[in-house]
DNA sequence: GCGTTAACTGAACATTGATAAGTTATCGGC
DNA sequence: GCCGATAACTTATCAATGTTCAGTTAACGC
């Protein structure tokens, strides 16, 4: 079923259609990343399965670690657009707290490997390590600052919690620092330890954000 | 300061003194791979720093994957260390699970890299990955079992805990996989993301503490 | 058709983990 | 003292990797 899928015949693009070939790579990179990991998925293999050789995929990203960072914001992209999607349609503060939880820890679950990439990336070079948490100041257009994004978002939730009367037994940055932390925990210790005989999924994600919740409300 | 510290002039060891030079390997390897992090440390560069050629470096470990376990099994030595100290001289249930996740956090921020190795692999060969948690079952003298020692210890704390006559809001395994995920989370960010403006750490740290032993304990 | 150049290829490089095959030097036995 | 066995080690080499270089092909405007 795997690794037949997307093996293009390729041909030669026309002229000015360089990008459509671009995104054949981000494709089989990102298929490829997944089934097989950073380190092992190689350059000619990416060129392979699109159907070019390896050095063709230079002419569209500067290196390996260009390729992975355009992947990880196409990534983030989507999970952003989630959280959007919440701020439009919850209204009342707690319940986005919550809805942000649920939908940070759906997103990756459902995306594991992105995660991983993302997240998770303890043994790929600084410079990607890097990519989750730039600075906020960052210019959001450029490659890599998906992550601080996100935080930015719960964090902004947080402060509307606060400002709607709620009591908070630290400041919103630092409640927001400890929820990420614990939905963190939770996603990362699915995702990298598969094979662990977990309770119930679904408990631990109701109790892990009931136990947030319960945790920064003053009681 | 860095990088002379153990380079030794070598010359052969004595016939049966082999395990020395294992020794010295072991400590290079250990020093590298926190300085540059497993994939930038190469099989040459350890053995420059012991002083002998890279095959000799495969008279001690089958390959790279084996010398990182052994490692990986020093350091949780030392955590299994740590933790026993702790039911040795502390009595009250209560406060063991405050003093085990204490450790566990101290552990893992003051051994980072070692930490990063085993609980963050998420980009080393599959072997290595499933090394934290193994199923428990397993020969706890063969190499890579630490990681489901440490959660073993942590679930029979909590057993004892309930024992003691404490309701709690979960089974003790569940309660020991919530603690595990928001303590586990709370590491891997000061570790993957130190260049993070996070709030005062000692803050975070007992900021976690609290919320889990109040999200687990039936009020 | 013809020149420009975007799109692409084949050969090559340095570095990596790992192996094969041979060498050296230590040590017990005489 | 030396000799044979073998632990300890080396040099040469391998295939695979990311990457670059120097060239080739073909699409398109004129």
Chains 1, 2 share one sequence.
Not at 8 to 35: C, D, N, S, V, Y
Not at 124 to 150: C, F, M, Q, S, Y
Not at 163 to 184: I, Q, R, V
Not at 198 to 219: N, Q, T, V
Request: charged share 25%; with cysteine; aromatic share 8%.
């Amino acid at each position: 079923m795997t690794g037949f899928s997307t093996v293009l015949p390729a041909g030669r693009k026309r002229r000015g259609e360089g990008h459509t070939r671009r995104e054949e790579i981000l494709q089989a990179a990102k298929e490829l990343f997944l089934e097989q990991g950073y380190d092992s998925t190689t350059i000619r293999r990416i060129a392979d399965r699109v159907g070019i050789s390896a050095p063709a995929l230079y002419l569209y990203f500067k290196d390996k670690e260009a390729l992975m960072l355009a992947l990880c914001d196409q990534t983030f992209g989507h999970l952003i657009e989630a959280i959007g999607e919440i701020e439009r349609t919850v209204a009342d503060p707690l319940e986005r707290v919550r809805r942000f939880g649920e939908a940070y820890v759906r997103f990756g679950l459902t995306h594991p490997d992105e995660y991983r990439l993302v997240f998770l990336a303890a043994y790929i070079p600084e410079a990607i390590r890097r990519v989750g948490h730039r600075a906020p100041t960052d210019d959001p257009t450029k490659p890599g600052v998906g992550g601080a994004l996100v935080f930015q978002r719960l964090v902004g939730i947080l402060t509307e919690l606060e400002a709607s009367g709620t009591k908070l037994n630290y400041p919103p940055d630092t409640c927001g620092e400890l929820c990420w932390m614990g939905l963190h925990g939770l996603v990362s210790a699915f995702i990298l330890k598969p094979e662990f005989p977990w309770s119930d999924r679904e408990l631990l994600i109701k109790g892990m954000l009931d136990i947030h919740l319960k945790g920064i409300l003053r009681a």
